[in-house]
Nanobody, 127 residues
Framework: EVQLVESGGGLVQAGGSLRLSCAAS????????IGWFRQAPGKEREGVSC????????YYADSVKGRFTISSDNTKNTLYLQMNSLKPEDTAVYYC????????????????????WGQGTQVTVSA
């Protein structure tokens, strides 16, 4: 059974940092794209960042470029999202998700593309 469990969310002041983790079980990252998504109250879920296990290609939403970094530790089957210079508009529930397949030069960043989802972790950034 595929499971994704996020952790690391919390309350932080604007300008601060958080590192989210997503522990995966029931599959390995090989042959998957894995990503981070977020959903703020009253808004649609949006892609934040993703990484392809095929060639390591990454995607970042324009709103987080230069501030967030996605990485994975395949030995631990864990995905990370380092979030720096956080802004109040980053406040949302953050989800990790996985999609089987080989992706070159990019990775899918639309939520509807993904098959497996975690339960989410809340990130709140105060002004």
């Amino acid at each position: 059974e595929v499971q994704l469990v996020e952790s690391g969310g919390g309350l932080v002041q604007a300008g601060g940092s958080l590192r989210l983790s997503c522990a995966a079980s029931g599959f390995t990252f090989d042959g998957y794209a894995i990503g981070w998504f977020r959903q703020a109250p009253g808004k649609e879920r949006e892609g934040v960042s993703c990484i392809s296990s095929t060639d390591g290609s990454t995607y970042y939403a324009d709103s987080v470029k230069g501030r967030f970094t996605i990485s994975s530790d395949n030995t631990k089957n864990t995905l990370y999202l380092q979030m720096n210079s956080l802004k109040p508009e980053d406040t949302a529930v953050y989800y990790c998700a996985a999609l089987s397949g080989d992706y070159y030069y990019t990775c899918p960043h639309r939520p509807r593309s993904y098959d497996y989802w975690g339960q989410g972790t809340q990130v709140t950034v105060s002004a």
